[in-house]
């Protein structure tokens, strides 16, 4: 959990520490073809403006392009706009911990609920917060496809739309079905388990907890070094730790000191990945790649 936060924090403060020239939008004057002056007392922006910078004012609200706000109406998205922003971020974190820290392999054996809660939590805000801050950011449905910031806003909502969706199809039928293959894979244990059947003894939601060493298959479930399926964050269980033990701080004493389960197969043919298990991979590449396509996106509104 501590890697979201991390990598959150990061971000904002990349995004703190870039230099900005202007809180003005710079579509106005690359339309008019003036210089920021002509319009705006102060060379970065905003109020107060000119006389001529009044008249284009009014001229805008007159066709719906702009639709000016009080400063409480201010405050208020304001703070909307904040909590977008760090729902964002969390959410983002999540993804990139998950399936770039932890790996979509890891993920696949059974979805970490944490996380799972956490990224649903930031979606929902940032969908509310977001139609809230397009409310109040788009006076009329033309500047969606007039402006430049309404086409990059739009191009946004759809790609939240395409991450929204698959979180949904992941939680509603592919998680469920990962649920039940690793139930299965645990009920039909017989002693001898290949590294398909290895991985269904994670440790999480009551599973016990196996790892293999050359050859044969240690029950870890009671060690408290191993609560969790995990030990001390790094390696997880349900797999073969032959390659890994060799790095390790202890000998493989530790290990030979647990209970035997069975024998690890390792000749055994490996199966076809079931269709749900490939569109899982599927659709946490694709998330993965959308976070940082939106990402660039709000550099473009930002700093182009």
Not at 130 to 147: K, N
Not at 215 to 234: A, E, F, I, M, P
Not at 258 to 280: D, S, W
Request: charged share 15%; with cysteine.
């Amino acid at each position: 959990m501590k890697h979201i936060f991390f990598t959150g924090f990061l971000f904002v403060f990349l995004c703190l520490s870039l230099p900005s020239l202007s809180y003005a939008t710079p579509e106005f004057a690359q339309k008019t073809g003036l210089a920021c002056t002509e319009c705006h007392v102060n060379p970065a922006g905003g109020r107060p403006l000119t006389e001529k910078g009044r008249k284009y004012l009014e001229e805008l609200q007159a066709k719906q392009h702009y639709r000016p706000i009080t400063r409480a109406q201010r405050i208020v998205r304001l703070f909307i706009g904040y909590f977008h922003i760090m729902a964002a971020i969390i959410w983002f974190g999540a993804i990139i911990y998950v399936h770039l820290l932890l790996k979509p392999a890891y993920a696949v054996k059974g979805l970490p609920r944490g996380e799972m809660r956490l990224g649903w939590i930031s979606m929902i805000v940032v969908l509310i917060t977001g139609i809230l801050l397009t409310i109040a950011r788009m006076p009329s449905l033309q500047s969606f496809y007039t402006t430049r910031f309404g086409l990059l806003l739009s191009i946004k909502i759809a790609l939240f739309a395409v991450m929204f969706l698959s979180a949904l199809i992941v939680t509603i039928f592919i998680g469920p079905r990962l649920r039940t293959q690793r139930k299965a894979a645990v009920k039909s244990a017989s002693g001898t388990y290949t590294p398909d059947e290895l991985a269904a003894f994670d440790g999480k939601e009551g599973r016990p907890a196996y790892v293999a060493y050359k050859g044969v298959v240690y029950d870890l479930t009671q060690s408290r070094l191993w609560k969790g399926g995990s030990h001390l964050r790094k390696h997880n269980a349900g797999q073969d730790m032959t390659d890994l033990l060799k790095t390790a701080p202890h000998g493989e004493e530790k290990v030979l000191a647990m209970p035997v389960a069975g024998n690890l197969l390792l000749t055994a043919k490996k199966l076809p990945m079931p269709f749900h298990q490939r569109l899982f991979y599927v659709f946490a590449y694709m998330n993965l790649v959308l976070t940082f396509v939106i990402v660039f996106i709000v550099a473009l509104w930002r700093w182009w």
